[in-house]
T-cell receptor, first 109, second 114 residues
Framework: DAKTTQPPSMDCAEGRAANLPCNHS???????VYWYRQIHSQGPQYIIH???NNETNEMASLIITEDRKSSTLILPHATLRDTAVYYC??????????FGKGTLLTVNP | DTEVTQTPKHLVMGMTNKKSLKCEQH?????MYWYKQKAKKPPELMFV???????INESVPSRFSPECPNSSLLNLHLHALQPEDSALYLC?????????????FGPGTRLTVL
């Protein structure tokens, strides 16, 4: 079973920042926080990952709290093409991706 | 080449048929994965290959038989499937199997079992 919890759905206006929260209540010290997304009928797409520090790449920013029990994925300027299911996943030494139900982000014009 | 390709895109088969799904990557990745995704559900891991050897089998029924002929190619052989096996089958690859290796997914094969 998935170890993370996410809201089932969120809405965001096009051009605004989308902030997607995730709770990692049972994360252990050697587990990474990963975010993937899946646009309808496509394969999942890697977005970003981190261990302790905040991370940023060309797609998004990842904010991890100091106790690592929660994280936030930030899409700085959401577009209609960002409408997708977003998954946060804790991955440790067994390197298995266990997807939860994710958050359906709908970007509205 | 930075993508994972899967063939065919769609497959319809009867319960007595034998078919195979193919997955290919040319990124030099040494780990490859099969996932199954039922409608409106998240993907579920089926198999993991590391350096061409099966390292994880998530208690998948024997009617699904994976094969990794070389480091670039992953097959999933299907035999005597049931209608409930209809799903999107996803392949993924990663540079290695450590937790710091992101997985790259293919577009999937949509399988319908009649």
């Amino acid at each position: 079973d998935a170890k993370t919890t996410q809201p089932p759905s969120m809405d965001c206006a096009e051009g605004r920042a989308a902030n997607l929260p995730c709770n990692h209540s049972t994360i252990s010290g050697n587990e990474y926080v990963y975010w993937y997304r899946q646009i309808h009928s496509q394969g999942p797409q890697y977005i970003i990952h981190g261990l302790k520090n905040n991370e940023t790449n060309e797609m998004a920013s990842l904010i991890i709290t100091e106790d690592r029990k929660s994280s936030t994925l930030i899409l700085p300027h959401a577009t209609l093409r960002d409408t997708a299911v977003y998954y946060c996943i804790d991955i440790g030494s067994n390197y298995k991706l266990t997807f939860g139900k994710g958050t359906l982000l709908t970007v509205n014009p | 080449d930075t993508e994972v390709t899967q063939t065919p895109k769609h497959l319809v088969m009867g319960m007595t048929n034998k078919k195979s799904l193919k997955c290919e990557q040319h990124m030099g990745h040494r780990a490859m994965y099969w996932y199954k995704q039922k409608a409106k559900k998240p993907p579920e891991l089926m198999f993991v290959y590391s350096y061409e050897k099966l390292s994880i089998n998530e208690s998948v029924p024997s009617r699904f038989s994976p094969e990794c002929p070389n480091s670039s190619l992953l097959n999933l052989h299907l035999h005597a499937l049931q209608p409930e096996d209809s799903a999107l089958y996803l392949c993924a690859s990663s540079p290695g199997t450590g937790a710091y290796n992101e997985q790259f997914f293919g577009p999937g094969t949509r399988l319908t079992v009649l």
